[in-house]
């Protein structure tokens, strides 16, 4: 009797972790939602500073730090990309992990001549990415 008190405990006791792990997790992303670049396409030729265009549908835009359902903002990976874990984590704010927490879609980007990869992430009001991640495909510019 004890002993199944005890087992029934511990039971409980990891079922409320688990469910504790899964609550403070990752924002779920709508089906379909998709973000794009709007004005660029893969092999394109730019010359610097360039205006990138974010798109997004089926989704909104929220400014970070406002939590609100099946919203975001956006954030522009540059000759870089996220790690299966990373895509589980805040992301990184530096030179190729620019934030537009401030709710932007459009950004002026400076970068030197050369090829480069480009790639939209959407994340929620913590930075984190959704689940599934809302990310566009990497593009390949040239810089002149
Ligand atoms: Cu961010």
Known sequence: MVTLTRTMLA???ALTIAGLTSASAQ????TGARVYFINLKDGQKVKSPFLVQFGLSGMGIAPAGVEKPNTGH???????????????ASIPADDTHKHFGGGQTEAMVTL???KHTLQLVLADWTHIPHVP??????ITIKVR
């Open 11 to 13: 039971l409980v006791a």
């Open 27 to 30: 924002t779920p992303s709508p």
């Open 74 to 88: 956006h954030h522009l990976l540059i000759d870089t990309t996220l790690t299966g874990d990373q895509l589980k």
């Open 112 to 114: 030197p001549k050369g």
């Open 133 to 138: 991640p809302v990310m566009s495909q990497v």
